[in-house]
């Protein structure tokens, strides 16, 4: 398993496949609402994201 922190330009370049199933290592606030540390993203959350 590979962690590593994501810069919001390296987010900006990426496709929300490329995120579908990453885990969180740290919380993030949306409008939509929170998603929580530990967090396998869906491919929902995960283009909510970006």
């Known amino acids: 398993m590979r962690a590593r922190r994501l810069t919001a ?14 885990v969180l290592l740290a919380p993030v606030r949306l409008p939509g609402g929170p998603i929580a540390k530990g967090t396998r993203l869906s491919p929902e959350q995960a283009a909510a994201l970006l």
């Not at 900006?12 to 990453?22: H, K, Q, V, W, Y």
């Open 9 to 22: 330009a390296e987010l900006d370049t990426l496709a929300p496949e490329a995120l579908s199933g990453a």
